[in-house]
């Protein structure tokens, strides 16, 4: 059997950021690889039956694999913990037990959760962050590295994967049971600041820390220390943007994110959203480098400006557009050269916020305030003369976040960062943010309409081949702002940089002749208007699914390549 380029299955619970870099990996390897979601045995069978892998990787699985597949096929699991751990909070009890190193192992699955023999196993340092963080950041990149490691090991032919019973008995880990609410619940007269955040962290994308607020249940998210303000432990003691304050017995935290337990909005939104009525006589901050909850904040050094918006998940809300397009025209009156634009550590945007589209009175309406706030922001980023402006991805960008990016004159992209350009997921969307005026511009006409039908994740070698990305950035962390710092004040002083100036602003002076931005947003929001306001409900179908997690009940054929030839049948 020839393993060099083989037929993988992924059999997962959602395409998730981790499935969709193991997956861009993988297929880069030249493998064939197709997706399989985990929805009952059935569909699963049926799915291995079509692809006939050569080997199967489960990279998010909620449940067990079948026997009737695990016995018949090779199937790696891949399980965020280190090796001889087990369950499935692994991720979760490293952080509220403060473990300082944590990893990644592929495992082979058998008739026992997590107790398959091991293929490969790659360790990293903790940090103290959240666990959606973690996940996405050192565990992505822990898991990409064990899996490639498996793969080889499985295409050699004749690697004996290591039985757990021969793990190190001194190594910690070892069978761990799901993390209960009372396992993280915060006691506000005795756990110091060092433990709230441990105990919101580890909870944080789901399933969230449930806590009382003013006589109201909550899920806690997005929690910061605060190094000045005190109070009573467990009294909020000031608002500042969208968090809320809350003191602990040495100090205080921030929480930024709430989901009601029962009620109207069962789902994240910003804490004072959710509070409005119970904070009216709550102090309110304004946010410094030392104290209150930060969205949006600019740095210079050496003639470069970095705006920094590390927006919760990405999301970008029409007031946060709104604030981050004000600060954006604050660093363009400064006296600098380059403005990098610097997302967050996690994500750089996804688009519009569809949790807070969702909450309002007229999603309708909110979606259109919100689409003008963005393109607001796309076209202000689009008409800066002044300064030469680059998107720095750090993180992931999907939907309008990725042409929002490509709105600036470079964009820059951390190896690993996965983007989704395309709209069509969330129920057709047309989109908008001038997207009909850049992809065309840097990728061309026929590759344009490829990146918008494929709906498929890239990483930043195809992004940059499709020249949606400019430049690679080899580094991780906070090494990727300190290089892109200085790959921007290097390039301000090179003599052809007035020139390259000139370049860009006579290029947007003869695409505005041909034809006027305005037009391709007139254009764009006609088809949107249909989207929010038309007969066709799937936008918001799709949106009220996203937003309430609802299971997806199938694969969609983009994935599900070994599907095509069973839809084509039908057809036929
Ligand atoms: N608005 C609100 N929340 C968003 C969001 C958005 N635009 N995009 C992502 N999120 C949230 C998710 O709900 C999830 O929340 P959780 O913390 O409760 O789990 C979290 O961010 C992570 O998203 P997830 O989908 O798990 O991340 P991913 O990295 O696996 O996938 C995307 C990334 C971009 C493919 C996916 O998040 C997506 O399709 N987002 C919507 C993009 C969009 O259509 N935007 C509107 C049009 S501009």
Same mark, same amino acid.
Request: charged share 25%; glycine share 8%.
């Given at each position: 059997?020839?393993?060099s380029?083989?037929r993988?299955l992924?059999?997962?619970?959602? %395409?998730?950021s981790?499935?969709?870099?193991?997956?861009?990996?993988l297929?880069?390897?030249?493998?064939e690889?197709?997706?399989?979601f985990?929805?009952n045995?059935?569909?699963?069978?049926?799915?291995?039956?079509?692809?006939?892998?050569?080997?199967?990787?489960?990279?998010?699985?909620?449940?067990?694999?079948?026997?009737?597949?695990?016995?018949?096929?090779v199937c790696?699991?891949?399980?965020?913990?280190?090796?001889?751990?087990?369950?499935?909070?692994s991720l979760?009890?490293?952080?509220l037990?403060g473990?300082?190193?944590?990893?990644?192992?592929?495992?082979?699955?058998?008739?026992?959760?997590d107790?398959?023999?091991?293929?490969?196993?790659?360790? %990293?340092?903790?940090?103290?962050?959240?666990?959606?963080?973690?996940?996405?950041?050192?565990?992505?990149?822990?898991?990409?590295?064990?899996v490639?490691?498996?793969?080889?090991?499985?295409?050699?032919?004749?690697?004996?994967?290591?039985?757990q019973?021969?793990?190190?008995?001194?190594?910690?880990g070892?069978?761990q049971?799901l993390?209960?609410?009372?396992?993280?619940a915060i006691?506000?007269?005795?756990?110091t600041t060092?433990?709230?955040?441990?105990?919101?962290?580890?909870g944080?994308?789901v399933?969230?820390?449930?806590?009382?607020?003013?006589?109201?249940?909550?899920?806690?998210y997005?929690?910061?220390?605060?190094?000045?303000?005190? &109070?009573?432990p467990?009294?909020?003691?000031?608002?500042?943007?969208?968090a809320?304050?809350?003191?602990t017995?040495?100090?205080?935290?921030?929480?930024?994110?709430?989901r009601?337990?029962?009620?109207e909005?069962?789902?994240?939104?910003?804490?004072?959203?959710l509070?409005?009525q119970?904070?009216?006589?709550?102090?309110?901050?304004?946010?410094?480098?030392?104290?209150?909850?930060?969205?949006?904040?600019?740095?210079?050094?050496?003639?470069?400006?970095?705006?920094?918006?590390? %927006?919760?998940?990405?999301a970008?809300g029409?007031?946060?557009?709104e604030?981050? $397009?004000?600060?954006?025209?604050?660093?363009?009156?400064?006296?600098?050269?380059?403005?990098?634009?610097? &997302?967050?550590?996690?994500?750089w945007?996804n688009?519009m916020? $569809?949790?807070?589209i969702?909450a309002?009175?007229?999603?309708?309406?909110?979606?259109?305030?919100?689409?003008?706030?963005?393109?607001?922001?796309?076209?202000e980023?689009?008409?800066t003369?002044?300064?030469l402006t680059?998107?720095?991805?750090?993180?992931?960008?999907?939907?309008?976040?990725?042409?929002?990016?490509?709105?600036?004159?470079?964009?820059?992209?951390?190896?690993?960062?996965?983007l989704n350009?395309?709209?069509?997921?969330?129920?057709?969307?047309? &989109?908008s943010?001038?997207?009909t005026?850049? $992809?065309?511009?840097?990728?061309?006409?026929?590759?344009?309409a490829?990146?918008?039908?494929?709906?498929?994740?890239?990483?930043?070698?195809?992004?940059q081949?499709?020249n949606?990305?400019?430049?690679?950035?080899?580094?991780?962390?906070?090494?990727?702002v300190?290089?892109?710092?200085?790959?921007?004040?290097?390039?301000?002083?090179?003599?052809?940089?007035?020139e390259r100036?000139h370049?860009k602003?006579?290029?947007?002076?003869?695409?505005e002749?041909v034809?006027?931005?305005?037009?391709?947003r007139?254009?764009?929001?006609?088809?949107?208007?249909?989207n929010f306001?038309?007969?066709?409900p799937s936008?918001?179908?799709?949106?009220?699914? %996203?937003v309430?997690k609802?299971a997806?009940?199938?694969?969609?054929?983009?994935?599900?390549?070994?599907?095509?030839?069973?839809?084509?049948?039908?057809?036929s």
């Open positions: 059997m020839d393993l380029k083989m993988i992924f059999l997962t619970h959602a %395409f998730n981790l499935t969709q870099r193991l997956y861009v990996e297929r880069a390897l030249g493998h690889v197709s997706v399989e985990d929805i045995d059935a569909v699963a069978l049926e799915a291995v039956d079509l692809h006939r892998p050569d080997l199967i990787i489960a990279p998010f699985l909620k449940r067990a694999i079948p026997e009737s597949i695990w016995r018949h096929h790696l699991v891949v399980h965020p913990g280190i090796e001889g751990d087990r369950g499935p909070s979760d009890w490293a952080i037990k473990e300082r190193r944590w990893g990644v192992t592929v495992l082979q699955a058998n008739g026992e959760m107790a398959g023999d091991i293929w490969a196993s790659v360790a %990293f340092e903790m940090r103290d962050t959240s666990k959606g963080s973690l996940y996405r950041n050192q565990v992505t990149e822990a898991a990409v590295a064990a490639s490691l498996a793969v080889e090991r499985f295409q050699t032919g004749d690697y004996r994967p290591q039985p019973n021969q793990v190190d008995a001194t190594h910690p070892g069978w049971p993390v209960k609410q009372t396992d993280r006691d506000w007269q005795a756990d060092a433990m709230v955040l441990r105990k919101i962290r580890s944080d994308g399933p969230g820390v449930l806590d009382e607020l003013f006589g109201r249940q909550f899920y806690l997005d929690a910061w220390p605060e190094s000045h303000l005190k &109070g009573r467990g009294e909020s003691v000031a608002r500042c943007g969208a809320i304050c809350r003191a017995v040495d100090g205080a935290v921030w929480i930024g994110h709430l009601e337990r029962e009620g909005h069962p789902f994240k939104l910003p804490a004072t959203q509070l409005t119970e904070l009216a006589d709550l102090p309110q901050i304004e946010a410094d480098a030392a104290s209150g909850y930060r969205e949006i904040w600019y740095e210079e050094v050496e003639g470069v400006g970095l705006l920094h918006f590390p %927006f919760y998940n990405g970008m029409s007031d946060q557009c604030a981050l $397009l004000s600060a954006l025209r604050d660093a363009k009156r400064r006296d600098t050269q380059a403005i990098l634009l610097m &997302g967050g550590p996690d994500y945007s688009g916020h $569809l949790n807070m969702e309002a009175s007229s999603a309708a309406d909110e979606s259109w305030r919100n689409i003008n706030a963005m393109d607001d922001l796309a076209r980023i689009i008409q003369e002044s300064h680059v998107a720095v991805l750090q993180g992931n960008a999907g939907a309008g976040g990725v042409f929002l990016a490509r709105a600036a004159d470079e964009v820059w992209a951390r190896r690993g960062v996965i350009p395309h709209y069509k997921d969330m129920g057709n969307l047309f &989109g943010e001038y997207w005026y850049l $992809l065309p511009r840097y990728s061309g006409d026929e590759r344009a490829r990146i918008v039908e494929n709906r498929l994740p890239m990483g930043v070698d195809e992004a081949a499709l949606l990305v400019d430049r690679v950035i080899d580094a991780s962390g906070a090494d990727v300190h290089q892109a710092r200085q790959l921007a004040t290097s390039m301000i002083r090179t003599p052809a940089f007035a100036l370049y602003n006579a290029r947007r002076q003869a695409d002749a034809k006027p931005l305005a037009s391709y007139e254009e764009e929001l006609e088809q949107m208007k249909r306001y038309g007969f066709d936008y918001h179908v799709a949106r009220y699914n %996203f309430y609802v997806k009940s199938r694969t969609p054929l983009t994935l599900a390549n070994h599907r095509w030839s069973k839809a084509i049948r039908r057809v």
